[in-house]
């Protein structure tokens, strides 16, 4: 059976626009490197464009599927494939720990559990990327590297620059978690349906700068909701809620940082230092 085998109708609402590009689906599967020994987690395989690829080269991999047709196509297709495990899942409440805990095969039980990492790799369903990436960062401890599709303005928000106009709250949360590149980017007609959307492939590598930079993890990510919160306002202002305007001039003070600066313009470095002396 080829991918072209694994038919349901398109739904619209899964954000199933299915990859059809050959080129695409190659340099997708590249960009995840060398997988001969890597356990893999494909979101949203679909038709299994990528799943195909991913499968003849890769150690192990998990694919997880919401549509109930598609998984169950999917898992008649890979059933005989011994390195592919089919889930019928919901991306966001996978846990990684878990699916990552078992090894297929005899010695199921008799590896060791703790300390499985993968790579996750997706054409993502467009209207949950931010909520896909969120998940994917609180599991940080057992991800490598993520491929990702997304669409196009949002690639280019997560791979801003602070001071850029597209740099805000998903640039700043995704880049506490690693590296950012984006690599390429696709037009309407690689997919069918074709979406209304360009799209483009980040890979992210992970490598969380909490330590580093002094904050922890969980408060650090609400902080930034807040002076994220909104973008109009200064960060003095987005800051009010949450502490007196005292403490607050005060610690932008001693980040060394002017008044009337806006998150958008601060880097992580400065957005950490002003957390900390916000903290002290
Ligand atoms: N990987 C395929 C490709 O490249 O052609 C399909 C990509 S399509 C853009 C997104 C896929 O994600 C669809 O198969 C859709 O059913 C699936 N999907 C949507 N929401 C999901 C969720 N919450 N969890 C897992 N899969 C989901």
Do not use: C, W
């Not at 966001?92 to 878990?98: G, K, P, Q, R, S």
């Not at 940080?140 to 280019?156: G, P, S, T």
């Amino acid at each position: 059976m080829t991918s072209t085998d694994l038919k349901s109708h398109s739904k619209p609402k899964l954000g199933q626009n299915f990859l059809v590009d050959p080129n695409a689906m190659e340099r997708i599967v590249n960009a995840l490197g060398d997988i001969s020994q890597t356990t893999v987690v494909e979101i949203g395989p679909g038709r299994a464009a990528l799943t195909d690829l991913i499968a003849l080269r890769a150690g192990r991999l998990i694919a997880v599927e919401l549509d109930r047709v598609l998984a169950a196509q999917l898992r008649m297709k890979f059933t005989p494939v011994k390195n592919v495990e089919i889930l019928e899942a919901d991306i966001l409440a996978v846990d990684f720990a878990t699916v990552l805990g078992a090894q297929p095969g005899p010695l199921r039980d008799l590896r060791p559990t703790g300390l499985l990492r993968a790579h996750v790799v997706g054409n993502l369903p467009y209207y949950i990327t931010s909520d896909i990436l969120l998940h994917l960062f609180r599991f940080h401890q057992r991800i490598d590297f993520i491929v990702v599709m997304v669409q196009l303005e949002v690639a280019e928000r997560i791979a801003a620059s602070p001071g850029s106009s597209n740099y805000g709250i998903l640039s700043a949360t995704t880049q506490m978690y690693g590296s950012v590149e984006q690599l390429f980017t696709l037009p309407p007609s690689a997919f069918s349906p074709p979406p209304k959307v360009h799209s483009a492939v980040l890979r992210i590598r992970i490598a969380p700068r909490f330590e580093e930079l002094r904050v922890p993890e969980e408060d650090f990510i609400s902080f930034l909701r807040g002076i994220f919160a909104m973008k109009r306002k200064t960060l003095v202002n987005n800051l009010r809620d949450n502490y007196p305007q005292q403490a607050i001039r005060n610690a932008l003070a001693k980040a060394g940082l002017d008044a009337s600066i806006r998150a958008e313009a601060m880097s992580l470095e400065q957005t950490a230092a002003l957390y900390r002396a916000l903290h002290e």
